[in-house]
């Protein structure tokens, strides 16, 4: 039995296979549509989130299984104040695999010491969210057909933008990748998201000139500002504006760009921009429903 | 107690001067019912000033956690009055309920049974991680 906590827990062939899975998926629907039948999912999440619960449960529905859960603590028994490991046990008495999402750091991982099934962290607070950077390469792979040669620039928040961090890393094993890291200084990368980039010898720079690096991106991931990753309230509302995308902005950009968002943005790319080709966020929800599928049939050891 | 030999325990040598009561404090020393020394400032060829502490039993705590503080002190591990062992202690790999997470976002916070588990990320660079959210580990 196996849980999964970070990208880094999958090898590069294991991401690889979850792909061709996903893309089997796409291709094929009707194949895989009763290869959960009479599986649960449980999704737990402790606060908030709207792409990623509904995309867990369409995706385990449209695998033929069913769903139950909560999406918020207050109606779970966390209230009662019992522990995650408490409510995880039980759990896993009802459910075959379990999507867990929880304010705290580290919380599903704690989840997954305790479950008698598969947990997969669905977001901790700051930390990993791997269904998210799953979503991010299918779209890449999707998109560019190939995580080779790529010059991948990240913009906005990088300091505690987790979906980046681990997208990073995630492309970083990928030969002939380079990166441009476009923030304020205030938001730059931390050093030990900067770590396996210098362990493995990549290629990477930093700026705060979104317009200046432009030119030279094959992907430009953006990230929201967010609100909730800040104890000052006046450094959010000085920083939150710094770098928003806009039509001019994307005048000198490849004319087969990708531009990608976690989602939801709050007006760091302008609505303008969403009927360019080039914006591929909304693909992003779609491909994360595929890879979340494809994840839960590989813990679920589903042929 | 004779401070010159003890049957079984320990002699932690070679402390940074002035860092012996924080190694007291950590191994709980204060808390145990048998002989215990902590001489400071004792002279030293090697560092000029020293701390020593004896101990006439061998704690229960992970002494290699002594490794984390100050990697440069040397553990006497002495039975039936022989000193049988003597060695720096190693980082180890993974330490618990040693050192608590200082991040206010860490599930250690809210789940207050839970074990503080520190795990080495870089021996070169003495570094420990939290199991549950990775924040480096606190200074002891």
Same mark, same amino acid.
């Given at each position: 039995m196996r849980s999964i %906590?970070?990208?880094?827990?999958?090898s590069l062939q294991e991401i690889d296979a979850l792909v061709q899975t996903a893309e089997d998926i796409i291709a094929r629907p009707e194949h895989y549509a009763r290869k959960m039948a009479g599986k649960k999912l449980a999704t737990l999440f402790y606060e908030p989130s709207t792409r990623t619960r509904l995309s867990f449960e369409a995706a385990m529905i449209e695998l033929g299984g069913h769903v139950i859960g909560f999406s918020e603590a207050q109606s779970s028994s966390a209230a009662k104040g019992e522990s995650i490991a408490d409510t995880v046990k039980t759990i896993s008495c009802y459910a075959d695999i379990i999507a867990m999402r929880h304010p705290k750091e580290g919380a599903p991982l704690v989840a997954s010491l305790n479950a008698g099934v598969p947990v997969i962290n669905s977001g901790d607070g700051g930390h990993n969210h791997p269904t998210q950077t799953l979503a991010d390469l299918l779209t890449i792979h999707r998109e560019k057909g190939t995580f080779q040669n790529l010059r991948v620039g990240v913009c906005g928040d990088?300091?505690?933008?987790r979906t980046v961090h681990s997208l990073v890393d995630a492309m970083s094993r990928y030969d002939g990748v380079s990166f441009v890291m476009i923030s304020p200084e205030e938001l730059k990368v931390p050093s030990y998201a900067k770590l396996p980039l210098k362990e493995r010898g990549i290629p990477y720079t930093q700026t705060t000139d979104l317009a200046a690096a432009m030119p030279e991106l094959d992907i430009l991931y953006m990230t929201r500002v967010q609100r909730e990753r800040f104890f000052n309230e006046d450094d959010y509302v000085r920083l939150k504006d710094s770098y928003i995308l806009t039509p001019q902005k994307l005048t000198t950009a490849k004319k087969d760009l990708i531009i990608m968002h976690p989602?939801?943005?709050? %007006?760091?790319?302008?609505?303008?921009?969403?009927?360019?080709?080039?914006?591929c966020y909304f693909k992003q929800v779609l491909y994360g429903k595929y890879m979340r599928m494809a994840l839960m049939m590989m813990l679920l050891e589903v042929k | 107690m004779n401070i010159d030999s003890i049957k079984t325990g320990i002699v932690i040598d070679h402390i940074k001067a002035g860092d012996g009561m924080r190694i007291y404090n950590f191994l709980n020393l204060?808390?145990?019912d048998c002989s215990v020394a902590l001489i400071k400032n004792a002279s030293s060829r090697k560092m000029g000033k020293k701390d020593i502490i004896k101990v006439d039993t061998v704690p229960d705590t992970d002494l290699n956690a002594l490794g984390f503080i100050d990697p440069n002190i040397t553990l006497n591990i002495i039975e039936n009055g022989e000193r049988v062992r003597k060695y720096h202690p190693e980082l180890p790999e993974r330490m618990t309920n040693i050192l608590k997470c200082?991040?206010?976002?860490?599930i250690t916070t809210t789940e207050q049974e839970l074990p503080h588990v520190f795990i080495l990320t870089d021996r070169e660079r003495d570094e420990y991680r939290c199991l549950y959210c990775e924040s480096k580990a606190p200074a002891l």
């Amino acid at each position: 039995m196996r849980s999964i %906590n970070s990208i880094k827990d999958l090898s590069l062939q294991e991401i690889d296979a979850l792909v061709q899975t996903a893309e089997d998926i796409i291709a094929r629907p009707e194949h895989y549509a009763r290869k959960m039948a009479g599986k649960k999912l449980a999704t737990l999440f402790y606060e908030p989130s709207t792409r990623t619960r509904l995309s867990f449960e369409a995706a385990m529905i449209e695998l033929g299984g069913h769903v139950i859960g909560f999406s918020e603590a207050q109606s779970s028994s966390a209230a009662k104040g019992e522990s995650i490991a408490d409510t995880v046990k039980t759990i896993s008495c009802y459910a075959d695999i379990i999507a867990m999402r929880h304010p705290k750091e580290g919380a599903p991982l704690v989840a997954s010491l305790n479950a008698g099934v598969p947990v997969i962290n669905s977001g901790d607070g700051g930390h990993n969210h791997p269904t998210q950077t799953l979503a991010d390469l299918l779209t890449i792979h999707r998109e560019k057909g190939t995580f080779q040669n790529l010059r991948v620039g990240v913009c906005g928040d990088l300091k505690f933008g987790r979906t980046v961090h681990s997208l990073v890393d995630a492309m970083s094993r990928y030969d002939g990748v380079s990166f441009v890291m476009i923030s304020p200084e205030e938001l730059k990368v931390p050093s030990y998201a900067k770590l396996p980039l210098k362990e493995r010898g990549i290629p990477y720079t930093q700026t705060t000139d979104l317009a200046a690096a432009m030119p030279e991106l094959d992907i430009l991931y953006m990230t929201r500002v967010q609100r909730e990753r800040f104890f000052n309230e006046d450094d959010y509302v000085r920083l939150k504006d710094s770098y928003i995308l806009t039509p001019q902005k994307l005048t000198t950009a490849k004319k087969d760009l990708i531009i990608m968002h976690p989602l939801p943005r709050v %007006n760091e790319i302008s609505v303008a921009i969403d009927e360019d080709p080039r914006a591929c966020y909304f693909k992003q929800v779609l491909y994360g429903k595929y890879m979340r599928m494809a994840l839960m049939m590989m813990l679920l050891e589903v042929k | 107690m004779n401070i010159d030999s003890i049957k079984t325990g320990i002699v932690i040598d070679h402390i940074k001067a002035g860092d012996g009561m924080r190694i007291y404090n950590f191994l709980n020393l204060g808390e145990m019912d048998c002989s215990v020394a902590l001489i400071k400032n004792a002279s030293s060829r090697k560092m000029g000033k020293k701390d020593i502490i004896k101990v006439d039993t061998v704690p229960d705590t992970d002494l290699n956690a002594l490794g984390f503080i100050d990697p440069n002190i040397t553990l006497n591990i002495i039975e039936n009055g022989e000193r049988v062992r003597k060695y720096h202690p190693e980082l180890p790999e993974r330490m618990t309920n040693i050192l608590k997470c200082k991040n206010p976002r860490c599930i250690t916070t809210t789940e207050q049974e839970l074990p503080h588990v520190f795990i080495l990320t870089d021996r070169e660079r003495d570094e420990y991680r939290c199991l549950y959210c990775e924040s480096k580990a606190p200074a002891l």
